[in-house]
């Protein structure tokens, strides 16, 4: 929620609209943030995961808590609290640290889903491979380039990828949620396919480096009804959709990486001599934004863990 007021106020500028929500809400769920932790492990308490089915404590999860003490800290700077702005970036270094620390597997060369808790306590890792790990670098808390982020995505597109004339990315291993054979790993989903569209969009150097992404867009398109409704997911044989239709969260998703893949564009379409943009921009300044990249690689360099 943080993040997203974050990002509202990049695009729109409109103080008048955070500063009656900037101390009851921006502040108070960052406190919370900053103390809902696990003693032992330093990252975010138990929660149930995005896709309400299990609870622990999610790769997923714990990037989009540090996005949301890293943009509270922006908020912070913003309104001239700095101390408490340095709050705010020390709890999301000690969460980085810690997900480098229990989250990162050297045995797998990737990240888990997610750690949670047995009957007596212990704590337990779930290894699974789970599209939801694009949380790690779409929140800011490792750049897309990382090794980890690099290796992580490798082992998802591997396992996920369904392996039919369909395709198309599955959430996790074994999903047995409207599962229609056995044969893959699980039944495609927008969402999750776009979530690979959005890692290759930030991976890419130069224009050509974006066909790939480009491909997952057509696909997007090539599987949604002939009135451009997108269901939740479409069975791996035939390409039908299945479950929810339309579903808000493919469409969404959607429009955020073609919106990606846009941003991606302008930085790439800069004029060599004056550095200004090539292409027509929504808006005729980005402070804001680099604002937030600023502060992420603020808290990186206070990370112990590299």
Avoid at 21 to 32: E, G, N, Q, T
Avoid at 89 to 103: G, K, N, Q, V
Avoid at 185 to 199: E, R
Avoid at 273 to 296: H, I, N, P, Y
Wanted: proline share 4%; net charge neutral.
């Amino acid at each position: 929620m943080i993040w997203a007021l974050w990002n509202h106020f990049v695009l729109q500028r409109d103080i008048e609209i955070i500063k009656p929500l900037y101390r009851p809400l921006i502040k108070r769920a960052a406190d919370f943030l900053c103390q809902y932790r696990d003693p032992e492990t330093g990252l975010p308490a138990e929660s149930y995961d995005l896709w309400e089915e299990r609870r622990g404590t999610l790769s997923f999860t714990v990037g989009a808590v540090f996005g949301g003490l890293a943009a509270a800290s922006l908020f912070c700077t913003v309104f001239g609290e700095e101390e408490i702005a340095d709050r705010y970036r020390r709890a999301a270094a000690e969460i980085r640290d810690a997900a480098s620390t229990h989250l990162w597997r050297n045995d797998l060369n990737r990240f888990c889903r997610m750690l949670y808790r047995n009957q007596g306590g212990a704590v337990e890792v779930d290894y699974t491979c789970d599209a939801s790990l694009w949380g790690l670098f779409a929140f800011g808390l490792y750049a897309v380039d990382d090794p980890k982020i690099v290796s992580t995505f490798t082992a998802l597109r591997k396992e996920l990828w369904v392996k039919t004339d369909v395709g198309g990315m599955a959430r996790y291993q074994n999903d047995d949620y409207q599962r229609r054979s056995s044969a893959v790993t699980g039944n495609p989903w927008f969402i999750c396919s776009l979530w690979l569209a959005d890692y290759l969009t930030e991976k890419a150097r130069e224009e050509k480096d974006l066909l790939q992404t480009l491909e997952i867009l057509r696909w997007v398109c090539d599987h949604a009804l002939p009135s451009g409704v997108l269901a939740e997911q479409i069975n791996p044989m035939t390409g039908e959709p299945l479950s929810v239709s339309p579903l808000t969260w493919s469409h969404a998703t959607f429009i955020s990486s073609t919106q990606r893949i846009l941003r991606r564009l302008e930085k790439m379409k800069v004029c060599p001599q004056c550095g200004s943009t090539l292409m027509a921009r929504s808006r005729t300044e980005d402070w804001v934004e680099k604002m937030f990249a600023q502060a992420c690689d603020s808290i990186h360099g206070s990370c112990r863990v590299k």
